[in-house]
């Protein structure tokens, strides 16, 4: 009788609330889990819900980031339809009024300031199919050398580091399944707990199964809390730690002599210099006690496997690439990588933060991870994409340098998609004035962002329940995300846009792609005998097998789990150590009298970046409406900070006003804000756009800054 009942109430249930469910992947972070959602509608009106799909990196999971993802998609503050700015005020427009005014602005800034003189700024929170796109529009539509990404800010280093020291960059050399069973680990500079929620249990895994975990962050994270041992370096010095580790590593016998003979190089030059190198003036220099640095080498060196991952912690630094390398010389030193349970891992940030580094967004780079400085590979792209080779434009500048040239009145016009650099760039005054004197920017994003309020059009895009397309996570596994939900309003999807762009600019013929299938299948060709070669994977088999780790150069290649078990990529096969010096090349700022902490920045469990999408939605804003200063307690006696209390931070760029969090989890001489929030806010108007030479990455982790109570303004003298 229940039963029956239970029954008829069910169907009665679904007839007044009809179900639909859309897949799709998480719109955040690296590890893309797979999502669906469901809508139900009665009369009055819908609901909606997020739910795990199963998947080989997240098994299902999700975190509170994903839980909520849907609310900003339908949030009412989408932008639908074209917006042009006339006389201050946006005002919609059709879509082909808005082609047009990109038509004849682009042309004719590009008759007046030259071909180079309009830039396109990209993402890695595109697809694939996208960001492959987007490099073939800048060189083929536009033929400019400016285009460079977001991305640029978030992995340049790390992937500058694994090429130089192995010749490829796949963010991980190993799968994340391979984490439960490796005995040492070292986490430098990465808050997975917040940042990758759902990996975290294959760490809980590998600790269950007896695992050595050190945590290396000038914090106390939720990560740290997963540690044996907690290296609490001093912001900006991981480079000198790990010659510290490395010092005792080689000093107390634990190199891999067979190792390093078979498939190293450089090996005696780090020798050298950090058995030159003493202990004691490492532990001054990183605030790490000496003694600690001998137990963590010594548990690193001991143990038969092990795996090192870093994140921005490590990398958004002036030295940030020297600094990786560093940690990857240990694990060369020890013989920890191309062997199962050993290996490295570069926490990749965005969504498609690893596939949208490899097919020609960058600077100087071309599908495949190939470079546009190389006459073979522009050779091969330019017959893949039918154009003249010696057309394609050459190599550009970074994402940072690009708004320098933007404030030299150099470049004048710009693309920008899916980003907001006003909020993201270092020295976001100059970012901001810079973007100002623009003569016309194109904004392609979800809300009026930030940056986007200063365009002069907006255009409507589709969002990650819309828009089909491959993702790479941070292992480098290649994923389709299915999503079919219809598009709101006018907006389309990335790809149509640019090639909608293409068309009025009058190369349509090589933009006219029908699906992000058809687009995929050249990326395919573009790829094939580059490093990161995809030829072998297609829609068919990535809906068939899920993910297909690359390389994978054939159809029948089943994908390549772990990589550089017999050979790293460099001609001769050897990887590359290097020696590191203690002190950078770019010296760091150094608190002084006048602005005596070190401010380092990052992120929370429940936003995104800049927030333009997590600050929409009322269940994560909830949790972090605004932003804080962590502070150590003594520090805050020490300069007069109450806990809970609005304080002022200063840096030699800029100031900015945030409540006050007292905390023991931080050192003493360093604060900490996230970057989420923007206006006064904004922390970026504090560090400086000092980029690493080699990678150009600017130093995000390192500023000098000094912090005042707000109560105290008027008091002052
Ligand atoms: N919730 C959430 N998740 C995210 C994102 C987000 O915005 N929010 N963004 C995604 C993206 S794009 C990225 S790039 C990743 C970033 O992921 P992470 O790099 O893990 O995140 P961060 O908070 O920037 O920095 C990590 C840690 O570095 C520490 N740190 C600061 N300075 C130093 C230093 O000098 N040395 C060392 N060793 N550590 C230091 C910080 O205290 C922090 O705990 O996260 C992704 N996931
Ligand atoms: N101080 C400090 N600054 C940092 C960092 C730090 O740790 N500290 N981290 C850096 C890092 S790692 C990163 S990755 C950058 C990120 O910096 P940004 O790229 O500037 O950040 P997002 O907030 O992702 O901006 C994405 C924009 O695109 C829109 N959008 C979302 N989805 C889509 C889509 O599918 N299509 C289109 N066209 N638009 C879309 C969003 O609404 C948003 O406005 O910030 C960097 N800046
Ligand atoms: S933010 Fe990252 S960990 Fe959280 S659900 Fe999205 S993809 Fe998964
Ligand atoms: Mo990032």
Redesign the pocket.
């Known amino acids: 009788m229940t039963e029956l009942f239970l029954k008829y109430f069910r169907e009665k249930q679904q007839k007044v609330q009809p179900q639909k469910v859309y897949q799709t992947q998480c719109p955040?972070?690296?590890v893309q889990c797979k999502l669906k959602l469901v809508e139900q509608s009665n009369l009055s009106r819908k609901q909606y819900y997020m739910m795990g799909v199963d998947n080989p990196a997240s098994e299902g999971r999700f975190c509170v980031?994903g839980q909520n993802a849907y609310q900003h998609a339908i949030h009412k503050d989408r932008v639908l339809y074209p917006l042009l700015k006339v006389n201050g005020q946006f005002q919609r427009i059709s879509w082909e009024d808005a082609l047009q005014k990109i038509k004849s602005s682009f042309e004719e800034i590009q008759r007046e300031d030259g071909r180079d003189a309009v830039a396109v700024y990209g993402s890695a929170s595109i697809t694939n199919e996208e960001a492959y796109l987007l490099g073939k529009f800048a060189r083929v539509a536009l033929k400019t050398r400016h285009i460079d990404y977001n991305g640029r800010l978030?992995m340049s280093a790390a992937a500058s580091a694994a090429s130089q020291t192995f010749g490829m960059d796949r963010g991980f050399t190993n799968t994340l399944g391979e984490i439960p069973h490796t005995r040492v680990i070292i986490l430098?500079?990465?808050?997975?707990a917040?940042?990758?929620p759902t990996i975290v249990p294959y760490f809980e895994r590998a600790k269950e199964n007896g695992a050595y975990i050190i945590v290396?962050?000038?914090?106390e994270?939720d990560?740290a809390k997963l540690a044996d041992l907690h290296l609490k370096?001093r912001?900006?010095?991981?480079a000198a730690l790990a010659n510290g580790l490395l010092k005792v590593l080689i000093e107390e016998g634990y190199a891999d002599e067979a190792f390093i003979r078979e498939r190293a190089s450089g090996f005696e030059e780090v020798k050298e210099y950090v058995t030159s190198l003493d202990i004691q003036e490492i532990e001054n220099l990183t605030g790490v006690p000496a003694e600690q640095i001998r137990r963590a080498a010594r548990k690193f060196g001991a143990e038969e496997s092990g795996m090192i991952f870093t994140?921005?912690?490590?990398e958004?630094?002036t030295d940030g690439s020297a600094a990786v390398r560093n940690l990857l010389n240990i694990l060369l030193a020890t013989g920890k990588i191309g062997k199962s349970f050993s290996g490295y891992g570069a926490?990749t940030?965005?969504g498609n933060?690893q596939g949208a580094r490899e097919h020609g967004q960058k600077a100087d780079q071309l599908p495949g991870y190939r470079s546009i400085e190389n006459p073979e590979h522009r050779k091969y792209i330019a017959d893949v994409w039918g154009v003249n080779h010696e057309e394609l434009p050459g190599k550009g500048v970074s994402a940072y340098e690009m708004i320098e040239k933007m404030d030299q009145s150099e470049i004048t016009g710009l693309l920008l998609l899916c980003s907001n650099p006003i909020v993201s760039n270092p020295n976001a005054n100059l970012v901001k004035r810079a973007l100002k004197k623009l003569k016309f920017l194109v904004a392609v994003d979800l809300f009026v962002s930030e940056t986007a309020e200063l365009a002069d059009l907006i255009l409507p895009a589709s969002s990650f329940l819309e828009d089909e397309g491959t993702m790479t996570n941070l292992e480098g596994r290649v994923t389709l995300r299915e999503a079919s939900r219809p598009c709101p309003g006018e907006s389309k999807h990335d790809w149509e846009i640019i090639c909608e762009i293409a068309r009025v600019l009058g190369h349509g013929d090589y933009f006219s792609y029908t699906m992000p299938e058809d687009i995929f299948n050249e990326l395919r060709v573009a790829s094939k005998g580059g490093l990161a070669d995809y030829y072998g994977i297609t829609y068919e088999r990535l809906r068939k097998e899920g993910g297909i780790l690359w390389p994978c150069p054939e159809p029948g290649h089943e994908g390549t789990a772990r990589v550089f078990e017999t050979a790293f990529a460099h001609e001769d096969g050897r990887a590359k150590m290097a020696v590191v010096s203690n002190h950078p090349v770019v010296p760091k700022e150094n608190p002084d009298q006048e602005y005596p902490l070190l401010l380092?920045?990052?992120?929370?469990?429940?936003?995104?970046?800049t927030g333009v999408q997590t600050r929409k939605s009322p269940s994560l804003a909830a949790r972090n409406f605004e932003s804080y200063l962590e502070i150590h307690p003594k520090t805050a006696r020490k300069f007069g900070v109450e806990d809970h209390e609005l304080v002022k931070v200063e840096s030699r760029r800029g100031s900015i006003i945030v409540r006050s969090k007292v905390s023991k989890e931080i050192r003493e001489d360093t604060v900490?804000v996230p970057f989420?929030w923007a206006e006064s806010q904004n922390v970026n108007l504090l560090v400086a756009g000092d980029l690493d030479p080699s990678c150009r990455m600017p130093g995000f982790?390192?500023s000098a800054v000094k912090v005042s109570p707000l109560s105290a303004e008027g008091t002052r003298a």
């Open positions: 955040f972070c690296s980031k978030c430098a500079g990465t808050n997975i917040e940042c990758q290396i962050d000038p914090r994270t990560t370096v912001p900006g010095r991981d994140a921005r912690g490590v958004q630094q926490i940030g965005q933060g380092t920045t990052g992120r929370v469990v429940s936003h995104y970046l900490f989420h982790k390192v």
